[in-house]
């Protein structure tokens, strides 16, 4: 695995990994990788290209109320584990790459950006928008693999890459999850055993939600029920919402792309989730969509 800390060595690797005749996908991080992250850079190789995966924990997608300090970070590890996930080039700019003296120029994403993520974290999409614009300035992908863990994130980069006319394809790859159903992220770590214990219940809450919204049980009854399920079990609830699946506006009934969004605070812990809810299919009407429980091999192990 090559790697990159400077702009002159990230040109000089992605004119080496290009030589072939490859094209070259990114995956943005912000570290503390697993399997989750994994999962990104296989999806970027199983479309063809060689994969680069950028770690810099951002500071400008911190609201002020969050505690960057307190970002796990471990160089050493991430970079074990970049190379086995068959990543080929690990870029590492630090702040003054990405943003230098005098840089003057943020993306802001209305739209999708606005509610949800949006609306409790402040800046946090202007931040997210503006170091992926700088990212696909960087390292110029032809591709860029985004979770679907982070929904309203793959959407605000999406309507991002079309509005500016980037030229970059935007891979959205479905969550991992531990097997109880919890998804994988670096923020789990922070869990007590019993917080780690109750985890799960918000993907379980999520997809019995999601499958009683497809069966055709009205909508709010069943998102006051899912609510009060977690507010029972010791989530502190934030919000949980049916959305259209691309602009995140709140949805009276589950249309074919609909989303069940939730962010949930257990003790310390502020935990995101979504599932699909339905697809419509000729002739079957709506069904539930497979959440892809279940994990695929780790291949940090
Ligand atoms: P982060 O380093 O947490 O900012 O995440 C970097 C990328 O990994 C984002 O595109 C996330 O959506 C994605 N990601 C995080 N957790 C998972 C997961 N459990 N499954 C799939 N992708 C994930």
């Not at 800390?5 to 995956?27: D, F, K, M, P």
């Not at 214990?197 to 009683?212: D, I, Q």
């Not at 699946?245 to 009934?253: D, K, M, S, V, W």
Request: glycine share 10%.
């Amino acid at each position: 695995m090559l790697e990159a800390r400077t702009l002159s060595g990230l040109r000089e690797a992605c004119a080496a990994l290009r030589a072939g005749g490859r094209g070259l996908g990114l995956v943005p991080t912000m570290g503390a990788l697993h399997a989750g992250h994994a999962a990104l850079i296989a999806a970027a190789r199983d479309a063809g290209v060689a994969a680069a995966a950028s770690i810099f924990v951002n500071p400008l997608q911190f609201a002020p109320d969050e505690d960057l300090a307190r970002y796990p970070r471990d160089e050493a590890a991430d970079l074990h584990r970049l190379a086995q996930a068959g990543c080929d080039l690990a870029w590492l700019p630090d702040a003054a790459t990405m943003y230098p003296p005098g840089s003057a120029t943020y993306v802001e994403v209305a739209g999708p950006a606005l509610r949800w993520e949006g609306e409790r974290r402040p800046g946090h999409f202007r931040g997210v928008a503006s170091v992926v614009a700088r990212l696909f300035g960087q390292v110029r992908p032809d591709l860029a693999c985004f979770g679907e863990k982070d929904w309203q994130q793959l959407q605000v980069v999406r309507r991002m890459v079309q509005d500016l006319h980037l030229p970059v394809r935007i891979i959205g790859v479905p969550t991992l999850r531990e097997p109880d159903g919890l998804a994988l992220s670096s923020r789990n770590r922070f869990l007590s055993p019993a917080e780690r214990r109750t985890a799960p219940l918000l993907s379980a809450v999520l997809a019995e939600a999601a499958a009683a919204l497809a069966r055709g049980e009205p909508v709010d009854p069943m998102l006051d029920l899912a609510g009060a399920r977690l507010g029972a079990a010791g989530f502190a609830v934030e919000y949980l919402a049916l959305v259209d699946g691309t602009g995140l506006e709140p949805a009276a009934t589950p249309e074919p792309g609909a989303r069940l969004i939730a962010a949930a605070r257990l003790g310390p812990v502020r935990l995101i989730d979504n599932v699909g809810v339905c697809a419509k299919e000729e002739g079957q009407g709506l069904r539930p969509l497979d959440p892809r429980w279940g994990r695929a091999p780790d291949p940090f192990t």
